[in-house]
């Protein structure tokens, strides 16, 4: 007789050594705005690109987390907006046998690091499809980006 297996959010493999699991990771917005389209074409200049990256982190039932990346890029040329791309792309994650206090770093670290990839990836495909080169964010240093709003949070005390 077959044993029915049920796979919760949570769930891991029995004997499982401590750490980060995921489960799941998806799109969960994406946005793409091109206000001046045929401004592309007129000249080769590269757009100024500014970029601003966001994390969060959401509690679910049996030990896991939705662990949020955003991604906000807004590129202009000569002062004029040439696009605004934004994407949010998120993972289920499960912590197996893990001391609260590193349970923060590691779904503010890596858990994002492990997300940034495939969000790149989106992000780059979606720029190249509204008719600029693909979008090839570097590397992000989310120990740092954390470290950062461990200071900023310690500052906001004082």
Same mark, same amino acid.
């Given at each position: 007789?077959?044993?029915? @297996? ?22 969960? *917005? ?8 045929? *401004? ?7 757009? *100024?690109?500014?970029?601003? =990256? ?7 039932? +049996? ?17 004029? @907006?040439?696009? @605004? ?7 289920? &994650?499960?912590?197996?046998? =893990?001391?609260? +206090? ?6 503010? @670290? ?11 990836? =989106? ?18 240093? &989310? ?6 709003? =461990? ?8």
């Amino acid at each position: 007789m077959a044993k029915k @297996i049920e796979k919760k959010a949570g769930a891991i493999p029995e004997n499982a050594p401590p750490g980060l699991f995921i489960n799941a990771q998806y799109l969960k *917005d994406l946005s793409f705005e091109n206000p001046n389209p045929l *401004d592309a074409y007129k000249n080769n200049d590269k757009p *100024d690109i500014a970029v601003n =990256v966001n994390t969060a982190v959401k509690k679910l039932p +049996e030990n896991a987390f939705e662990v949020t990346l955003d991604l906000k890029t807004e590129a202009k040329k000569k002062g004029k @907006i040439a696009f @605004i791309a934004e994407v949010s792309y998120a993972g289920i &994650f499960t912590l197996n046998q =893990v001391p609260e +206090e590193h349970q923060k770093p590691l779904l503010l @670290i890596e858990a994002p690091r492990m997300l940034f990839p495939f969000a790149r990836n =989106v992000l780059a495909e979606t720029t190249r499809d509204g008719g600029y080169p693909p979008l090839m964010l570097n590397p992000i240093d &989310f120990a740092a980006l954390y470290q950062k709003n =461990v200071e900023a949070e310690k500052n906001k005390k004082n």
